[in-house]
């Protein structure tokens, strides 16, 4: 048995990987199997299909969907192997700073689809459909679903509303645009539901929304966002299905997780929700940063010179030359 | 803090105290200009790459950069609006250039334009600030024109060059400019351009000799991942 230390099964590209294991016996491929249950950047990224995500359901592997709303952004979601790319309507609120996400137009939709597109490549890529866009009938909702494959680059849709839309999410399944649902707190509809307020908190409520998740089911969701639901509801609506869950603030239970890039990067000002962890607070961050530049800039010690460009001293001395010749 | 005007420059100029600027294109890149007191925030259409991921500014459509004013407006109340006109929006014709101005002060929320060139653009700077529109002034490295500067180049690096800058500078001060973006010019170039004007220069790889500095947002903070210059 030949001696790998674990550094150098870590740095080995997937090429090297692949002849060890033809030269290795079983205890080293044991140790690179433990190493690649951890995503490191010497993984050759894959594309994440619907495949993708039945298997990790399968295997029973938390599902991580982080939403994005521009290229650098879904760049960033690219970069660390987040699973889904979901370009959220509520970029109507944290990038296009409204008071609420209901304004959002199919157009911006589609335009902020586009720049996320160009730079996640591998994530699955799901577009929001906002307020209105879905509602007023079945063939509505399909035409502006087919927009999002044709124009936004998205490779599936998500809208909200429980058993009531599941007529039209079927149209739109059958066609073959996969639907991510989206029960509990549906942001699009809080002003009827009393504000941002956790929904299937009585037995009622929480039998409704199971009865809505296997409606969705039927109707032919690839999965389904639970929003502000309590982690046993969530839990228990999770086991009663034959496809993924998506939690957000609906507790651990649930196949996957979905945030807010902004919120959890605690770049949005206005408020945080609770359930959202922020791993990072960059506005402390990039404020900081600008104030060096304005310090800088009003004390001339930026730009140096090293962020300036020269001039041949001959060329420099013929123009003033020929400047001062002018004046006379 | 308070809201900055033409006057506030103005008066920055005067006391010669260096101009700051920065871009947005967003509301919460729009609030960070907000609240670190930067005093012109910019809307430049360096958007098209650094923040719809093209490779090139010139797809850049007026509509997407009106989109991006108004998400920027709701974000920088205080520091002065200027959005930058894309390529296309305002080279055929005057009419055109003053058509596609107003929406930005009518739809964009913006209280001044940007637009690139030197003396040939004279004519339609001085139709659009006799209207009452303010217009920044770009020359120099100018991206839009890039393709026929041969890449994004220094510009003014020799006599003739820099002679050509300072005459299209000057042209650009009669027609009402009430500033002058500098880009990639060599700093010594830049400093006597600004000596030479009675308006200020902001520049962007131009030295510390300019009335003022703008740099693009993403860039400065390390988001953008082609390349960042110099």
Wanted: aromatic letters at 6%; charged letters at 20%.
């Amino acid at each position: 048995m030949i001696n790998v230390s674990c550094q150098t099964i870590l740095n080995c590209t997937r090429n090297v990987t692949i002849r060890c294991a033809n030269n290795f016996t079983c205890t080293s491929l044991k140790l690179m199997r433990f190493y690649s249950a951890i995503r490191t950047n010497t993984q050759t990224p894959k594309k994440v299909t619907i495949t993708t995500l039945q298997n990790l359901y399968t295997n029973n592997e938390p599902i991580t969907v982080l939403t994005a709303h521009d290229y650098p952004s879904g760049l960033f979601v690219e970069k660390t192997g987040i699973e889904i790319c979901l370009v959220g309507d509520s970029l109507g609120m944290v990038a296009l700073g409204r008071k609420s996400v209901n304004q959002t137009t199919i157009e911006e939709m589609l335009h902020h689809c586009r720049a996320v597109s160009r730079g996640a490549k591998n994530p699955f890529l799901v577009g929001d459909m906002p307020f209105g866009s879905y509602e007023t009938s079945s063939k509505d909702a399909l035409r502006n679903a087919i927009r999002y494959i044709k124009e936004g680059n998205m490779e599936a849709i998500k809208l909200e509303g429980g058993s009531e839309m599941a007529r039209t999410i079927h149209q739109i399944t059958s066609i073959g645009i996969p639907v991510l649902g989206h029960i509990g707190l549906t942001p699009q509809r809080q002003s009827s539901l009393g504000g941002f307020r956790v929904q299937g908190k009585t037995a009622k409520q929480a039998i409704k929304l199971l009865y809505d998740a296997k409606a969705l089911q039927r109707a032919g969701c690839f999965a389904i966002v639970l929003e502000a639901i309590p982690g046993p509801v969530a839990t228990y609506i999770t086991e009663q299905l034959q496809i993924p869950t998506i939690g957000i603030g609906a507790g651990s239970g649930t196949s996957g997780q979905v945030l807010v890039q902004q919120d959890m990067l605690g770049i949005y000002d206005r408020f945080v929700p609770k359930f959202c962890k922020q791993y990072a607070k960059l506005d402390q961050l990039i404020i900081e940063a600008i104030e060096a530049y304005r310090e800088e800039v009003k004390s001339r010690a930026f730009p140096a010179e090293e962020h300036s460009y020269p001039i041949n001293d001959d060329e420099l001395k013929t123009f003033l030359d020929i400047m001062k010749k002018e004046k006379e | 803090p308070k809201k900055v005007t033409i006057t506030t420059l103005q008066n920055l100029y005067k006391n010669n105290e260096p101009i700051t600027v920065l871009t947005a294109h967003d509301y919460p890149s729009g609030l960070f200009v907000e609240k670190t007191g930067i005093e012109i925030c910019l809307v430049g259409d360096s958007l098209g790459m650094v923040a719809l991921g093209r490779k090139s500014v010139n797809q850049t459509t007026i509509e997407e950069m009106l989109h991006h004013c108004r998400a920027v407006s709701r974000g920088a109340k205080n520091p002065f609006l200027v959005g930058d006109m894309p390529f296309g929006s305002y080279e055929t014709s005057s009419k055109d250039a003053l058509r596609n101005a107003i929406r930005y002060i009518k739809e964009g929320n913006m209280e001044a334009i940007k637009l690139e060139g030197g003396s040939e653009m004279a004519r339609t700077i001085h139709q659009i600030t006799s209207i009452g529109i303010p217009v920044l002034g770009h020359i120099g490295l100018t991206p839009q024109r890039q393709s026929s500067l041969g890449g994004f180049r220094v510009q003014g690096k020799t006599a003739k060059q820099a002679i050509k800058l300072l005459y299209d500078a000057k042209a650009l001060q009669r027609a009402g400019c009430f500033a002058i973006v500098l880009e990639a010019i060599p700093g010594p170039v830049a400093t006597y351009i600004t000596e030479q004007l009675q308006i200020p220069t902001i520049g962007i790889g131009a030295g510390s000799g300019t009335s003022g500095q703008v740099l693009v947002q993403q860039d400065m903070l390390g988001i953008y991942d082609r390349f960042v210059p110099k």
